[in-house]
C-alpha cells in the first residue's frame, strides 16, 4: 500500500483504537452532540497494516486513544507490532490490567522526549477512585514507564480535582489539569477561536482545513472530530491501497456544530499556547 505521509503543517495522529468505554462521564466530549459515532473495531493485524503506512516525524507520534483504547482486544499486540520509526503516545483511563501491561510491553517503547508524559492518564472524580488509580501509576511509573495524570477542570469537580493534584505531586507524579470544554449548568465553557462555532444554534457552509490525522476505530478517516463522533462521511479508510493526505480546505456544511476538540484554543505538541486544530474560512 501506497505510504501515507502526515504534512509538516500537521500537529497531531488521533488513533482512536475504540471508541467504547468501560466509563461514562456526564460530559464526555464524545458526547458533546448525539454520538453517533460506529463502535466498529477492525483487527489488531489491519491496524498494524494501516499505521506501519504512515511516515511521520520523531515530534509527533502516533496517540492511541478512544473511548478506551485498551478496550480493543489486540491493544498490546498493535502497540508492540507499530514499526519502531513511529513514536507511540496512550491516552487512557488505565482501567486495565497494569501487571499484565508491564509483564508484555517494554516501557522504552513508549517514551520519547517531550514536555510530558507518552501515557497520559485521565482521572474522572465521577466515576473513578484516586486510590487506586494512584498506586496503578506508580506501580508503572516505578517500572519505567512515561506516564502522567490529567484531570478536566468541570465546575462540579474542580476542587477535587486541585486536592488530587497536590497529593499526586506529593507522590512524585506528574499530574496536570484541562480546560473544561462544553456546556453546564446552561453555560457555554472553553475558549474557542471561532465565535458560535459550537452554540448548536445554526448552521453555516465554511471552508475547514484541519491539522489532525483522525481516525476511528474501523479504520475511516475523518475531517475532524465532530464528524468522528457524529458518523459523518470520512475523507478515507486507512486500509485503502491508494490513500493519501490532501492538506487542502474542504467545504463544510455544519458549522456550528463544531466539536470543542477542534476548535478550542490550546497548546500543540511542544506545549507552546495558541494553537487550533482547524483553520475555517467564512
Not at 24 to 29: K, T
Not at 82 to 98: A, R
Request: glycine share 8%; with cysteine.
Amino acid at each position: 500500500m501506497k505510504p501515507i505521509i502526515i504534512p509538516q503543517t500537521y500537529n497531531y495522529i488521533g488513533t482512536f483504537l475504540s471508541l467504547v468505554c468501560n466509563l461514562r462521564c456526564s460530559y464526555c466530549i464524545n458526547y458533546f452532540e448525539e454520538g453517533m459515532f460506529s463502535k466498529k473495531h477492525i483487527s489488531g493485524e489491519d491496524w498494524v497494516r494501516g499505521l506501519n503506512r504512515i511516515v511521520s516525524r520523531d515530534d509527533l507520534p502516533i496517540s492511541l486513544q478512544g473511548g478506551e483504547p485498551s478496550l480493543q482486544k489486540d491493544f498490546i499486540y498493535i502497540l508492540n507490532n507499530i514499526k519502531p520509526e513511529l513514536n507511540i503516545d496512550v491516552l487512557t483511563n488505565l482501567q486495565f490490567d497494569g501487571d499484565e501491561f508491564i509483564r508484555r510491553v517494554n516501557p522504552n517503547r513508549i517514551k520519547r522526549k517531550s514536555p510530558y508524559a507518552s501515557i497520559r492518564v485521565s482521572y474522572h472524580p465521577e466515576t473513578m477512585q484516586l486510590d487506586p488509580l494512584v498506586k496503578k501509576v506508580l506501580k508503572l511509573q516505578n517500572n519505567g514507564f512515561s506516564i502522567g495524570i490529567w484531570g478536566v477542570m468541570h465546575p462540579t469537580h474542580e476542587a477535587e480535582i486541585l486536592r488530587a493534584k497536590e497529593y499526586c505531586t506529593s507522590l512524585g507524579i506528574d499530574f496536570r489539569t484541562k480546560e473544561f470544554l462544553g456546556e453546564h449548568d446552561g453555560k457555554m465553557y472553553g475558549t474557542y477561536r471561532y465565535e458560535g462555532a459550537c452554540n448548536k444554534k445554526f448552521t453555516k457552509k465554511v471552508l475547514c482545513k484541519t491539522t489532525e490525522f483522525i481516525i476511528g476505530s474501523n479504520g475511516d478517516i475523518y475531517r475532524c472530530h465532530s464528524d468522528l463522533y457524529e458518523g459523518r462521511i470520512p475523507v478515507g479508510n486507512i486500509l485503502d491501497e491508494d490513500f493519501e493526505i490532501e492538506d487542502k480546505f474542504r467545504e463544510c456544511n455544519v458549522f456550528g456544530h463544531c466539536n470543542p476538540c477542534d476548535v478550542k484554543l490550546k497548546t500543540n505538541r511542544f506545549q507552546q499556547f495558541g494553537h487550533t486544530s482547524v483553520e475555517i474560512k467564512f
